[in-house]
């Protein structure tokens, strides 16, 4: 038994020095960094992502040998529990009101997964510094050289991990045809503004009968919300939706502080409200747009829907790329959300995190299996894209590309890891548009930061006032939206005086407290 | 109501003593095993939980200790001036449901019983039944693609006639007689099957006797067919007003979804209370909305019962 320790440690020093003769890597990178962990007991460690469960047995093949490796290093194995896209919303936060121990590492985010306010009713379990030190020390070191623990603390305790290394733009706008675009009349078959909109849907209305210039379906995001970014010079605040809306806004990224809802206040809803109208009438969708479910997307691709409103990311690793096959010469372009006042915020670092659920019965072990998955080489390229040769393969230039015959539709792998994506270790996607990179620096050297990442609002002292909001907001933004009110600016004054009854000047002195205390606890900090 | 009779007899006569009651009926006691134990797992159990409606509740302190705020969930239902117009839809739909239904129902089981021939009867029998078993999901596509305004069936026939197509998507006062309809299409051959096990259940001599003393099919079916499918009538009335608050929760949401268009017509308690949840995912307020939907149904069933009693308490549940 010794001499076979001695022979392990023998080797593992040569492979050591070898190792950092060989590179410039620092000897600890490939050391075991969980030394003297007990490990004795073998564990599985499930977590929590979203998407809809794969069928095609490739991610089964996966775990099986991402199990090998996490077994050998941290003696774990992990299962995948699914909150399937059907009513995920309420999946999601079932699951989590459950208390169901079963499940250790939870997919979560401020913005789109109610992250803060599972911290506030107790879902996720306090991470201290020693843990995170002990137990996740790559991602510590990472996360702490950027400084950005702060945007995960509540009441000074560290609640989730971000996914603050990975650089993604998840900006809404407008996808559509250069080409036609281009015939419209639009300089360089280029939409630059909002209402340029109204002359390539026209074009499109008038030259191509069998194509409705904006297939959009009930669930398309709300279209007004762009609007107001690129009229107003308003800041989102993600995370306190009334409703599925975004409602509440900072006044301007200079003025970040002031709380406000272009909804409420000025007059840029009236003209939303107005365009859309505009734009219903002229038929730019269907009529019944309320109720039909068809595929936007499918249908852009097809040919049969001009629009498709979505975020960056979809468009330069998923739209344009297909367009440029399924529609050659279709130049499909984007136009974002304010992009004539430049009003882009940079992404949110908390827009995908992990937790660990407070039931967790092993969540020391979990942070291990979260600290591999996040920055082991193998681990990573495991869980994000397969196994190598079947699921992905690796270009000589070191570029991520697909064996032949794979199909995206059948053999995607779904693992859905969106909790600790690393660009140290992410691969570039030869299947993305090469446009990327430009895309994304010119939305660098322009966008803001988002100045709320570590805001935290109490929902407790306004949930019957928000949720009479929600109520009034639930019947008239659909209608706004898809200008379906004979008298918009009627119905904006009708639905005004309701917000006003719901008790929306009391929500807004609320959270306009929680704002001043968040704008004074940043200037302490400095 | 013969037993109902036998029943009042055996509670005038001596009492017997609890035990020797239940082992008498240890086998009939057997056979509801399963429905109580149903009822003890799914409606009794999860009774506690109610407290939920009382509180503001968190994940880690649970139920019961999560903090408790009275009657302050249900402020919003008051404030969001719901309330009224809500209950209003949920009866009025229920009302029409039960009372179209029924006559409806009725209607049938004596066409039913009326007709001769046997291929004829099973056959129509078959496909009045078959709507039933429709999935609602499948019920609100094929709404859809009859009455959508691009492409649907309605609007390309009024089309190709040369007519106006309508936008009916966006009326909310056709909607209540769609969904009637919808119901009705979906419930009349399943309850009236009911009905017309009743009427085969009449004693066959009866009818003779008056075929015999010259009665028409008019008089057989208003003196003696009615009279005796009285008593299910009631009991199923019974029945129904107990659900009264509820309703045809699939139907409705698969038909309207969220197009607020329709709701002022068409939204009732369920669908007030999904929506809700769906888009606030507030679960202190929707077990608040619950319970005073059950509230609600729990007194008009009471009522409904004592009402029954004070006309004729042959008639009465219990």
Known sequence: MRKKNVIRRIAAVTLCAAMAAQTMIPALAEENVFEGIDTSDHEVITMLVLGNKPTNGRLEAMLEELNAVLTEKVNAELDLFYIEWTDWQTQYNVQLLSGDSRVDIITTATDWLYAWENTQKGAFLPLSEDMLKTYAPKTWAQVDADGDWDVCKYNDEIYFIPEDHYTQYTNHGMFYRGDWAKEAGLEDGTITKYEDLTDYFAWILENKPDCIPFDANKNTGNIITGYLTSKTDNVIISGVNVGNDEFWFGMSPDDPFTVTSPYMEGDALYDAADLMKEWNDMGVWREDVMNYDGDTREAMYAGTSGADQHHSQTYYSQVKPNMDVKQEGSDVKMYYWGMENNNVSKPLRTHGAAAINSYSEHPERALMVYDLLRNDETCYRLINYGIEGVDYIVTEDGKLDYPEGYDTSRDALDSNFWCGRNDDLELQNVSWWDGTADMIANYDSFAYDYPYEALIIDKNAIEAEMAAMANVLSEYLPQLRWGKFEDPHAAIDEMREKLMAAGYEDVKASIQADMDAYKESLETAE | ?318
């Open chain 2, 1 to 318: 109501m013969k037993k109902n009779k036998t029943g009042a007899a055996a509670a005038a006569a001596p009492k017997k003593p609890f035990l020797k009651k239940l082992k008498d009926s240890r086998t009939l006691l057997l056979m509801c095993l399963p429905a109580i134990l149903f009822f003890i797992v799914f409606n009794y159990c999860p009774l506690p939980g109610v407290y939920i409606a009382f509180t503001n509740y968190n994940f880690r302190d649970g139920i019961f200790g999560s903090p408790f705020v009275g009657f302050k969930n249900f402020e919003f239902l008051i404030r969001s001036g719901e309330l009224w117009h809500l209950t209003r839809n949920t009866v009025l739909y229920n009302l029409a449901f039960i009372v179209i239904g029924n006559v409806l129902q009725i209607a049938l089981a004596i066409m039913l019983n009326e007709i001769g021939s046997k291929l004829f009867k099973k056959v129509s029998q078959t496909l009045m039944f078959l709507p039933y078993f429709i999935s609602v999901v499948l019920i609100g596509a094929i709404a859809f693609n009859i009455l959508n305004y691009d492409t649907g069936a309605l609007n390309s026939l009024i089309r190709a006639t040369g007519g106006n197509p309508i936008k009916i998507y966006s009326q909310a006062g056709i909607w209540p007689f769609i969904i009637l309809f919808c119901n009705l299409w979906q419930q009349t051959g399943y309850g009236s099957v009911v009905y017309f096990a009743s009427i085969c259940g009449i004693d066959s001599s009866m009818i003779e006797a008056a075929e015999v003393d010259g009665a028409t099919s008019w008089q057989r079916i208003r003196y003696i067919i009615l009279p005796s499918l009285k008593p299910t009538f009631i009991i199923l009335l019974l029945f129904a007003l107990g659900g009264i608050m509820k309703g045809n929760f699939g139907l409705f949401w698969n038909l309207i979804g969220n197009n607020s268009q329709l709701y002022s017509t068409t939204n009732i308690i369920e669908t007030f209370v999904y929506r809700t949840m769906m888009s606030q995912n507030n679960f202190a307020t929707s077990s608040a909305v619950g319970l005073y939907q059950s509230i609600f149904g729990f007194a008009l069933v009471m009522f409904s019962n004592w009402l029954v009693k004070r006309i004729d308490p042959d008639y009465a549940l219990f």
